[in-house]
């Protein structure tokens, strides 16, 4: 089975600073998915950016972008020139290939904006 | 894409009621999946509902606890039995479209339960 591990409960960044989310995970496949989801107050699910384990090139969506390292297992968020409205909880999320859409989801990380 | 409505968006029960949650989606779907979120806590996967079949229940989930029907190709039910303090929690449903790596996930609004 696959596990998602995120070890940062809480973090914070200022107004239009820099701040990186960390993700490990544990699988024993070669293919997969791995996602990042926002999850403001309003609780509805949304996604911010998706890799594939398949392709080496960093996914990059706007302000935000990964690093994914393979070989580590790691997979962590950069969030760029961040605003108030990214202040939510994130969770790093896997998916295996021909799941369906099946989600694995790390513990989650608060992250406060302050202006 | 798929839009998912679900309710109630929230409720308080009495212990020992049962409460059935609904979500029905804008589109026709194979899978549906049920997600427990407990405080502060990430989202666990409850089932995989699938049409014309039983849904499949995780290591740790029950059918008497959690019964889950599945009518149809759009909608979908999950029903919290015989509830506990120990069951408060947001229960989201969520399903997918697409295939391969277009496959993504949508997820209803969740409700949050309080169990008194």
């Keep these: 089975a696959q596990t998602v591990t995120q070890s940062q409960p809480e973090m914070s960044v200022q107004e239009a600073e820099t701040v990186t989310l960390s993700c490990t995970y544990d699988t024993s496949e070669s293919d997969y998915y791995l996602f990042w989801y926002k999850q403001p107050p309003s609780r509805q699910m949304i996604l911010v950016i998706r890799q594939e384990a398949y392709k080496q090139q960093n996914a990059t969506e706007n302000r935000f972008s990964v690093n994914f390292q393979k070989a580590a297992k790691s997979f962590s968020l950069k969030i760029s020139d961040s605003q108030l409205g990214d202040a939510a909880m994130y969770f790093c999320a896997y998916r295996s290939v021909g799941s369906y859409g099946k989600l694995t989801f790390g513990q989650g990380t608060i992250l406060t904006v302050h202006p | ?116």
């Design chain 2, 1 to 116: 894409s798929a839009v998912i409505s679900q309710k109630p968006s929230r409720d308080i029960c009495q212990r020992g009621t049962s409460l059935t949650i609904q979500c029905q989606v804008d589109s026709q779907v194979t899978m549906m999946f049920w997600y427990r979120q407990q405080p502060g806590q990430s989202l666990t996967l409850i089932a995989t509902a699938n049409q014309g079949s039983e849904a499949t229940y995780e290591s740790g989930f029950v059918i008497d606890k959690f019964p889950i029907s599945r009518p149809n190709l759009t909608f979908s039910t999950l029903t919290v039995s015989n509830m506990s303090p120990e069951d408060s929690s947001i229960y989201l449903c969520s399903t997918s479209t697409g295939q391969g790596w277009n496959t993504e996930a949508f997820f209803g609004q969740g409700t949050r339960l309080t169990v008194v």
